[in-house]
Structures are given as C-alpha cells and as structure tokens.
C-alpha cells in the first residue's frame, strides 16, 4: 500500500468516525422533539414517508386479493368492523376530526375522502400495522378473511354518503371478526329497530363532554375508605376499600 493510499485510508475513517460521533452527540442530546404535536422537519418527514411507502410496496406486491371484494356482503360486514375499529382515527362520510384524530401525527388519513388505494396495500397495513404511527396491527386479532372484508369496504367507502354509510354499518352485523373483539370508548354500534335512525351508530363526539361510567356507591355501613384510580384519559374513578367481613383478628 502506498504512502498515498495509507492516507486516503486513515483520512476516510477518520470522516466516517466523525460522522458517526455527530450522530451520536446528536441522538444522546435530545435536541431533537419527538412530541407528536411538533412536526417533522421537511428531510425528516420525506425520508420517513419514503421508507413507510416502499416498504408497504414491496411487501404489498406478493398478495393476492380475493377476487369477490364487490361482494356486497362481505362489504357490508367489513363496514361494522370499521366503523367499530378505524372510524376514530379515519373519520366516515360527513364525520369532522376527533380527538384521536387531531392528536395523532402523522395525521392518519381520511379514508372517506381518499382515493382508492391497491386492495393489497390496504390488506397489508390494517394486518401488520405501522411503526410509531399509531396504526394498529390488527392482524393480531383478525384473520385474514375479514381483513380482506374491511379491504372490500375500504373500496367503496370514498363513494358513500353520510346516510349510505349509517345505512350500511347499521345493516353489518356490527363488531365481529371471530373472537377477541372489544369495543372502543365512546363507539355504539346497537341501533334500535323502532328508531329508524341508523344514526344511532355513529361515535360520540369526543371532542365535546360525554359521560363516563358513575362511580361505585359505599354501601350504608360503617365508613370505609375509598380507593380511586385513574383512567387514561384523566377521570378519577372511586371504588370502596374491600369490605370487612367479620373476620378482623383481635389481638
């Protein structure tokens, strides 16, 4: 090797170990925000948006979609899992922002207004999710086949109108993907059959008060203490100490 080259070499690690203690300093500092209600500065964000797309792509481009996604009853059961699962963070026909929504960043999609996207692209990203963005991997929880039906809902969401939705999640079956299933605060899926108002199906709007669950009552009795707990989104909930039941040991 000669002189020449030997100092290209060390000149090279040099700037490489350079580059790599900036970084570092840079990470241990904490200069950088990562509250969700700061942006992204523009490289940040275009780099990330890139790697989420073309990952998702390359992943997408092995699947295969079921050839029956216009089947109206598979449609019609995709909707009442949205609506119990997604409708919170990617909004219905006619729906405004709610709290989940405007808190969330990146800001998740509206998909009633969005155009249509590759079936295997959404079928991939409601099953496993995306990192640090809010975006569940329901495919913990979900098999395949209703996945594939909220996929078949997804394409004809963008073309419904506030009625024609409420219609639909009424008619869906409501919350059912074989198991596992909960329901989401402030969600009610249940439509009474006398009301003919299939607008009982829509979320509450968080963003305005709503009730919470009473807190329990202490029985009539000999005073006890109360123990409280927090909820997350900052509720205090009481609940009487456990009661005695006689068997106190006398010393």
Same mark, same amino acid.
């Given at each position: ?22 970084v570092g300093g840079f990470v241990w500092s904490g200069i950088y925000n990562v509250g969700a209600d700061d942006t992204h500065t523009r490289p940040v964000y275009a780099m990330l948006q890139m790697v989420r797309d073309r990952s998702i792509t390359a ?110 999640? @009424?008619?869906?079956?409501? /919350? !059912?993907? &074989?198991?596992? $299933? #909960?329901? =989401?605060?402030?969600? %009610? ?36 203490? @109360?123990?409280?707990?927090? /909820? !997350?989104? &900052?509720?205090? $909930? #009481?609940? =009487?100490?456990?009661? %005695? ?7």
């Amino acid at each position: 090797m000669t002189l020449m080259t030997r100092k290209s070499v060390l000149a090279g690690s040099i700037a490489v170990a350079a580059a790599v203690m900036a970084v570092g300093g840079f990470v241990w500092s904490g200069i950088y925000n990562v509250g969700a209600d700061d942006t992204h500065t523009r490289p940040v964000y275009a780099m990330l948006q890139m790697v989420r797309d073309r990952s998702i792509t390359a992943r997408a481009r092995s699947l295969h979609p079921p050839p029956n996604l216009d089947d109206p009853a598979l449609i019609r059961q995709g909707a009442g899992n949205y609506h119990a699962m997604c409708v919170g963070c990617h909004l219905g026909p006619g729906m405004e922002a709610t709290e989940l929504s405007k808190g969330l960043y990146p800001t998740p999609p509206n998909l009633s207004k969005a155009d249509v996207i590759d079936p295997s692209h959404h079928f991939w990203v409601i099953k496993h999710g995306i990192k640090a963005s809010g975006m569940p991997a329901w495919g913990k929880s979900m098999d395949d086949p209703y996945i594939w039906n909220m996929v078949a809902f997804l394409q004809v969401l963008p073309n419904l109108d506030a009625g024609q939705y409420q219609s639909m999640v @009424a008619s869906s079956g409501g /919350h !059912a993907h &074989g198991g596992g $299933e #909960s329901e =989401p605060h402030g969600v %009610d899926l249940t439509v009474s059959a006398d009301s003919g108002n299939p607008g009982n199906a829509m979320p509450k709007d968080e963003s305005r008060p709503h009730d919470h669950p009473e807190a329990a009552v202490v029985p009539p009795g000999p005073t006890a203490a @109360a123990v409280e707990h927090r /909820h !997350a989104d &900052g509720t205090v $909930e #009481s609940h =009487p100490a456990p009661a %005695d039941n006689g068997d106190e040991h006398h010393h």
